[in-house]
């Protein structure tokens, strides 16, 4: 029988971390996180990090065990991800995948295969140099004649897709959209129950207002601050997240601090409501419509018991 898998993921701001520590204590299990910016050290505010004490004795894994000055990518994700499912489920634990990074999330679920994606040093510095001089429409317009199908998932300004795009082509003579056709039709290895929470979008972007008003109340602007201080700056992977590459902006005289907000608002708006996108093309996902649930988590968590049913808890059991 599979190994048990559970995946809570949603929205940013729309509650997945207190669910996710509630499930975990109520099935035995541990968290891993599926987030690229709670990998981080030194960047508690702006990532919205699970504190030690919300944490409620769970462990979790990937948090906190990277550098700013690192590089964290799916690749990484995956890898990190993996040693932390063999630890858990040695321990005779069932593992708690959360998070809103829905291309982690699937790559983990279905043991995507990036082993024929691994950046080649040199091609990349090219390719990154002739963005630099010609600008992303150049390198875009590259992808096109390369992977016409790939250029039209992949925005010209996401300079980092479109050069690991061209490198592929170049490396295998494949096209990455034809390879990642091919990796989404792969069923999952696992036990997997993938929940998706969500809610109404005006609550939504309601609690993302709250949630941002409260970041700056407990320093966001300081936090970004010290990091910079630190040597960090805007073409890291780590400065890229929200909310520290418009303070970042503020900082440098780029903006008002009140654009700066007004930024971070709109553009988490925005994030959530691609990751709602995101998660409606997956497969194998159960939704958790807050609302269906009259917004009680307590309600919601039941649920999720009850669909996991006797046999799952009994694999965990045996092991």
């Not at 995956?78 to 998070?99: D, H, N, S, T």
Request: with cysteine; proline share 3%.
């Amino acid at each position: 029988m599979a190994l048990p898998l559970i995946v809570l993921t949603g929205p940013t701001a729309v509650g997945k971390t207190g669910l996710s520590i509630e499930l975990a204590r109520a099935v035995g299990g541990e968290i891993i996180s599926a987030d690229s910016m709670q990998v981080y050290r030194h960047m508690d505010i702006g990532s919205a990090k699970v504190t030690e004490a919300e944490m409620a004795g769970v462990p979790h894994h990937l948090i906190d065990v990277l550098d700013p000055t690192e590089e964290f990518n799916v690749v990484v994700f995956q890898k990190l991800a993996k040693e932390a499912l063999r630890e858990i489920y040695g321990r005779g634990r069932i593992p708690v995948v959360a998070g809103g990074t829905g291309f982690y999330i699937q790559a983990l679920a279905y043991d995507i295969d990036f082993a024929d994606n691994a950046p080649a040093g040199s091609l990349r510095r090219e390719l990154l140099a002739l963005a630099g001089e010609k600008g992303p429409e150049y390198l875009h317009k590259m992808l096109e004649e390369a992977d016409p199908e790939a250029a039209k998932q992949i925005h010209q300004n996401n300079i980092k897709r479109v050069v690991r795009a061209i490198e592929f082509y170049r490396q295998t003579g494949r096209r990455i959209s034809e390879h990642n056709q091919e990796e989404r039709k792969k069923e999952s290895p696992y036990n997997l129950f993938y929940y998706v929470l969500n809610t109404d979008r005006e609550v939504l972007y309601e609690r993302i207002e709250e949630r941002v008003e409260e970041m700056l109340c407990q320093g966001l602007v300081e936090e970004v601050k010290t990091l910079a201080g630190m040597g960090c700056t805007r073409d890291m992977v780590s400065m890229q997240g929200l909310g520290y590459k418009e303070i970042l902006d503020y900082l440098e005289g780029r903006c008002s601090l009140d654009e700066a907000v007004y930024a971070i608002k709109r553009d988490t708006r925005h994030f959530a409501k691609r990751q709602i996108t995101w998660f409606k093309r997956e497969r194998d996902v159960r939704w958790l419509n807050l609302p269906d649930f009259y917004n009680d988590r307590e309600l919601v968590l039941k649920h999720i018991l009850g669909e996991l049913g006797g046999g799952f808890f009994r694999l965990h059991e045996n092991k």
